[in-house]
């Protein structure tokens, strides 16, 4: 290679090192572009030798293996959301909202990157057994990119939030720690999903219609997944249940063809998500004839079924429903991607990493800081961080102990739990543990009676509330349907509160007086307005992994501040909201919401405090000062805002456009520069074409916390201009 930086005796910054760091990426951007055509033609030729039966063979998640070219078995079902799924032991990370909450591409990237070392190892040993099952492969369905443009939405958890920015930064950042930076191979393939505008309900998802405005289309469901593509390279998009504007998103010309491959320039494979193509005959009645389902599917340009149809494919070619052309161009993109992740080369690199990679110490630790970073703290009364061996703790709660609430949904087998009764009794000697409450009405009531008569004796309450991935989640149960709770149907909720019976609970516990913290388990918001200022401290601690009982304690007790911040609204009441079956942006997310929240978008609190001690802007440069005020060492969130001029329809009330995380030891200032672009400028007009607005743009700088810095404005005053008009 021409380049290597750790030979160049230079620093960070300097011009000559950021000269040297550009021609060195794009010598490798060159190199991995080259390696790519070379593994195109790989697939394409290999495609080219197989008959129609053959092919076929290869369009189906399980594949099969074609010994005379060296083509093995294969599955192509895989998940790793926030760790190696469903496949035995491995690290289990923050569940992704969690994850989303820490506001770092960083440690999404270092989160991915140690998932594809396990799911590596994991494969080159079922290899060796000549395993080749599901869960066992390297096509990874993971990021879920989605908007959570709903709190009633139980899949919610799996998403980045409510943002487009802040999920495209994350969801890319996770795409390129799965797919690595080697310049010949890829270590794991990503596939962002579910491709497109789909967040609920549930219930309805694979009958579905959601009728979208080009502009909420370009503007919310839609930049996300550009990025995944332009700037992530991601190998695989899965297709989403339901229908967009009367087309089913798996056989969708407009979104595959026209937007996906010939716009974006997309070259990774398409994959129905599963039993999606039965949809488009059972359920969108597209069409009666599940072999026009097949054919509409595959010329459409999905190459990959997770299902049952495309089975039928040998019928549907003897009807000219498809061309040989098509089969091959589908399975060519497919053997592209196995070449790609070196199943045609005995000497790949990546096929060296071991077992011995899976769930290490390392790894575990790494799981632990990513939760430490993306619990919130929504309430603090100076109660936190609490003092070791000063005081009597009680915990109490089903989901202390619950390790559904730890896991989030989508998860593989912990090699441990640290739970937070684990955690906590480890830090602090004199804790004692009760249940407190169930779902069945006698045996709650018994329970309840013990946490009373315990709480009597302790000085401070510890009280695990929230929900768990068995109760919201794709398609899941209605386990509190009734006496218990008040959930909605297949993992959806009907409202945002607590479960009946931890209300009681909470309520009973608040009148003894007691010193009382809130844990919280839940995928997304929850409604505590009616115990703000009547507990002491609220943890918003998501679904937050395997150990992350470690994490909550290490907060508890000031081992580490609290630095999470919300990536999504929590409102006040689910009746301020529109149904939930209406996907039209307005009255949605911070962005478009007109009425008081509980908390906003990007909230969070430490243990200490920021100070802007400096904020200028000159042309499209922000340079400002931020300073730790306080006694405490802190991560630090910078989120910057822009608010385009007003225009004769509605454009966002203000947009997030730059984020930044970094830490701050007492006393510390740092200075942080945002360049902007115009592209960090642009809106999007009713007919969805992309604009550049004359006018002043006002930007709000914003921690969440302390820093609230709106006097900074940009003057355009060239004419309005469109810089791109709608590709759908």
Same mark, same amino acid.
């Given at each position: 290679?021409?380049?290597? *930086? ?30 790519? /055509? ?118 919610? #958890? ?20 799965? $797919?690595?930076?080697?310049?010949? %191979? ?48 991601? =190998? ?6 339901? =229908?967009?504007?009367?087309?089913? =998103? ?5 979104? @595959?063809?026209?937007? /996906? ?5 997309? &070259? ?33 340009? +999905?190459?990959? &079924? ?56 390392? !790894? ?29 703790? *009680? ?37 004692? %543990? ?5 779902? #069945? ?6 329970? $309840? ?46 409202? *945002?509160?607590?479960?009946?019976? #931890?209300?009681?609970? /909470? &309520?009973?516990?608040? $009148? ?27 943890? #918003? ?45 307005? !009255? ?10 509980? %908390? ?22 922000? $340079? ?29 009330? +203000?947009?997030?456009?730059? @984020? ?35 006018? &002043? ?20 005053? =060239? ?8 590709? @759908?």
């Amino acid at each position: 290679m021409p380049y290597d *930086l750790s030979r160049i005796r230079m620093k960070k910054g300097d011009t000559a090192y950021e000269q040297a760091h550009v021609s060195f990426v794009s010598c490798i951007d060159a190199m991995k572009k080259e390696n790519r /055509l070379f593994h195109r033609e790989v697939g394409e030729k290999l495609a080219k030798k197989l008959s129609v039966s053959e092919l076929v063979s290869q369009l189906m998640h399980s594949s099969k293996g074609i010994k005379q070219l060296g083509i093995l078995p294969y599955n192509w079902w895989n998940e790793c959301l926030h760790g190696v799924a469903r496949a035995g032991t491995a690290t289990v990370f923050p569940q992704a909202i969690c994850m989303a909450a820490s506001f770092s591409a960083d440690l999404l990237f270092q989160t991915a990157e140690i998932i594809s070392t396990e799911a590596r190892a994991k494969f080159n040993e079922s290899q060796r057994q000549k395993d080749y099952g599901v869960y066992k492969g390297l096509t990874m369905w993971s990021p879920n990119i989605n908007i959570f443009r709903d709190p009633r939405w139980g899949r919610g #958890q799996e998403t980045y939030g409510e943002d487009p920015y802040l999920t495209g930064v994350l969801g890319t950042a996770f795409i390129k720690g799965l $797919q690595g930076n080697d310049e010949k %191979y890829i270590k794991t393939a990503a596939c962002a999903k579910h491709f497109a505008v789909h967040s609920g309900p549930e219930s309805e998802r694979h009958a579905f219609n959601a009728v979208v405005s080009k502009k909420d289309m370009m503007e919310t469901y839609l930049p996300a997944f550009k990025r995944a593509v332009t700037d992530g390279g991601v =190998c695989g998009v899965m297709g989403a249940y339901n =229908c967009v504007n009367g087309e089913a =998103c798996c056989a969708s010309e407009t979104l @595959i063809k026209r937007l /996906l491959r010939t716009k974006w320039g997309f &070259e990774g494979y398409f994959v129905s998500d599963c039993g999606a193509l039965t949809d488009i005959v059972s359920h969108h009645r597209l069409t009666s004839n599940p072999l026009k389902g097949a054919a509409m599917a595959l010329n459409a340009g +999905c190459d990959l &079924e997770c299902g049952k149809y495309y089975r039928l494919l040998p019928a549907v070619y003897m009807m000219h429903y498809i061309s040989k052309e098509t089969l091959q161009e589908s399975a060519g993109r497919l053997l592209s991607v196995r070449s790609q992740l070196g199943m045609f080369d005995e000497n790949c690199c990546f096929h060296k990493i071991s077992a011995k990679h899976i769930a290490s110490e390392e !790894n575990e630790k790494a799981a632990v800081r990513a939760a430490q970073k993306g619990i919130v703290m929504l309430e603090n009364n100076g109660i936190l961080p609490l003092k070791q061996n000063c005081q009597k703790i *009680l915990i109490l709660g089903y989901n202390a102990e619950n390790e559904l609430a730890y896991l989030g949904n989508y998860f593989g087998t912990p090699k441990r739990f640290i739970k937070v009764t684990d955690a906590v009794k480890a830090m602090h000697a004199d804790t004692d %543990y009760c249940t407190g409450y169930c779902y #069945q009405e006698k045996e709650n009531a018994e329970m $309840q009676k013990e946490a009373l008569q315990k709480a009597a004796d302790a000085d401070v309450i510890l009280l695990c509330t929230g929900l768990d991935c068995s109760m919201e989640g794709e398609e899941a149960g209605e386990l509190l349907k009734g006496g218990g709770g008040n959930l909605g149907k297949q993992g959806d909720r009907s409202d *945002l509160d607590l479960p009946y019976v #931890q209300q009681t609970l /909470l &309520e009973k516990l608040i $009148q003894t007086g007691k010193k009382t913290v809130i844990l919280n388990f839940s995928g997304g918001c929850i409604d505590f307005g009616k115990y703000v200022n009547r507990v002491d401290a609220i943890l #918003q601690c998501w679904y937050p992994g395997a150990a992350g009982g470690q994490a909550i304690a290490d907060i508890l007790f000031g081992k580490c501040s609290p630095s999470g911040k919300l990536p999504v609204t929590f409102y006040k009441d689910i009746r301020d909201l529109p149904d939930f079956d209406d996907y039209s942006m307005a !009255n949605r997310t911070y962005r478009y919401f007109s009425g008081d929240v509980l %908390y906003p978008f990007g909230y969070g609190l430490t243990y200490t405090h920021f100070k802007l001690t400096k904020c200028s802007i000159q042309d499209k440069t922000i $340079q400002c000062t931020v300073k730790n005020t306080g006694a405490f060492a802190s991560d630090e969130v910078l989120q910057l805002y822009v608010t385009q001029p007003q225009t004769d329809y509605q454009n966002p009330i +203000c947009s997030l456009i730059r @984020i930044q995380r970094f830490s701050l030891a007492p006393n510390e200032a740092k200075d942080i520069i945002f360049n902007l672009c115009a592209q960090d400028l642009f809106s999007v007009n009713p007919d969805g074409d992309t604009v550049y607005l004359r006018g &002043e743009y006002q930007f709000t700088l914003s921690d969440g916390q302390d820093i609230l810095e709106t006097d900074l404005h940009f003057l355009n005053g =060239c004419q309005t201009k469109v810089i791109e008009k709608c590709p @759908i």
